[in-house]
């Protein structure tokens, strides 16, 4: 079989990539492994907002731009819903917070989002004495149904085989690849966490951080906001929410643990005081960065070997505008910035 590229892993970098080549008509064919998941188990938020500090998040403007319509067109394309606006609700936990939402909201990259002024708490159920300031224009992509509905795509037009990528199996040729039966001009490793198993890339400094997250049930809630507190609880319906997340740098696994149920469950007992029952927990590794910027590049040595990794937190943002750039950089030799290319580390 002749391809343009063989993607390997498809999380949400491999199907931005996988789109950056439909839309230019390029030949394809992903290996999927199920060796990671973090993108099957991400609350799926889009926020231009740090929430800490109340800064903007990095290049979120450019970023939001190109993902919303690149979100929409899947939606169009495969008659599915995964993009709800959702307004974010974040409590205070002091005055001096307070005074700093109004002076931040008049920053000209904010006003987009922060809403200037004070929203009083009116749900009995949510402890918040300092009330909360309020984001719009942010909301939350349901990364599992349209990473799943990617795949049975794939599946049909036998464009996905379903194991591990097997490094040493490469042949070098001069512009191209064999792998196995497939040859290639090029291969785009998308591996999310994988990357440490990637003998050609793994030398880049990856900062893995472990996360875990809860669904619960709570009729009495109410709630139709995303609420940031010590953790963040996301409606996603029939009174089920999100409720996460965890940041652990020590567990290499993507198990859910004991510790983590226990993190959060306390976490969200200082935010609400209803019912609730857990009906799913689950865990996955994000892929970040020493430097917190994603990697993006071309091998130095082999050029027909690639990379788009380190979408860290953020990954529902950033994956589309990476895709595009690293698409652009491979077919027509531009530029990468230098804060994303993995120049910066040789
Ligand atoms: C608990 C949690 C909550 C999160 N919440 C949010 C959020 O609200 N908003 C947000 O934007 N981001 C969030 N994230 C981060 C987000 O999940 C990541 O930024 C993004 O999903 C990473 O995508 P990826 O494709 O790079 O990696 P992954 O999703 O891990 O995909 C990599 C894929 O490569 C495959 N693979 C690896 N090696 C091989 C191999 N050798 N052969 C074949 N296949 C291979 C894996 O099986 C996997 O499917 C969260 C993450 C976690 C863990």
């Known amino acids: 079989m002749h391809v343009d590229f063989i993607i390997v892993g498809l999380g949400l970098a491999g199907v931005a990539f996988a789109e950056e080549l439909r839309k230019n008509g390029k030949t394809f064919i992903v290996y999927e492994d199920n060796s990671q998941n973090s993108s099957l188990v991400a609350g799926g938020m889009y926020n231009p907002v740090v929430l800490k500090r109340f800064t903007p998040v990095w290049n979120a403007k450019e970023q939001l731009e190109i993902a919303l319509p690149f979100y929409k067109k899947l939606e169009d394309r495969f008659d599915k819903k995964y993009q709800y606006s ?66 049975e795509n794939l599946r049909k037009s036998k464009k996905m085989r379903e194991v591990g990528f097997k490094y040493a199996d490469i042949i070098f040729e001069e512009e191209s690849i064999e792998y196995q039966d497939v040859k290639s001009k090029h291969i785009v490793f998308c ?79 200082s935010v609400i005081d209803c019912d609730y029952k857990i009906v799913d927990h689950v865990a996955g590794i994000r892929p970040t960065v020493l430097d917190r910027r994603p990697l993006l590049g071309i091998h130095k040595k082999h050029k027909q070997l690639a990379i788009l990794n380190g979408l860290g937190t953020r990954g529902v943002m950033i994956a589309p505008l990476m895709a595009k750039k690293l698409f652009q950089n491979i077919e027509k030799g531009a530029q990468l910035d230098k804060e994303i290319d993995i120049a910066r580390f040789e």
């Open 86 to 151: 959702i307004e974010i609700c974040r409590i205070f936990k002091s005055i001096e917070e307070q005074n700093n939402w109004f002076t931040k909201s008049d920053n000209s990259l904010l006003e987009e989002y922060m809403i200037p002024k004070i929203i009083k708490n009116t749900n009995q159920h949510v402890k918040a004495p300092f009330d909360c300031g309020k984001l719009k224009n942010t909301g939350r992509i349901d990364v599992n149904l349209l990473a799943n509905d990617y795949r």
């Open 191 to 269: 591996e999310g966490f994988g990357l440490k198993e990637n003998p050609f890339f793994n030398y880049l400094p990856m900062r893995e951080a472990k996360g875990e997250l809860l669904t619960i049930y709570s009729p009495d809630l109410k709630v139709d906001y995303l609420i940031k507190s010590a953790v963040f609880i996301m409606p996603i319906g029939n009174d089920l929410y999100k409720v996460g997340a965890t940041f652990n740098w020590k567990d290499k696994t993507k198990l859910p643990t004991p510790d983590g149920k226990n993190e959060l469950e306390s976490k969200l007992n």
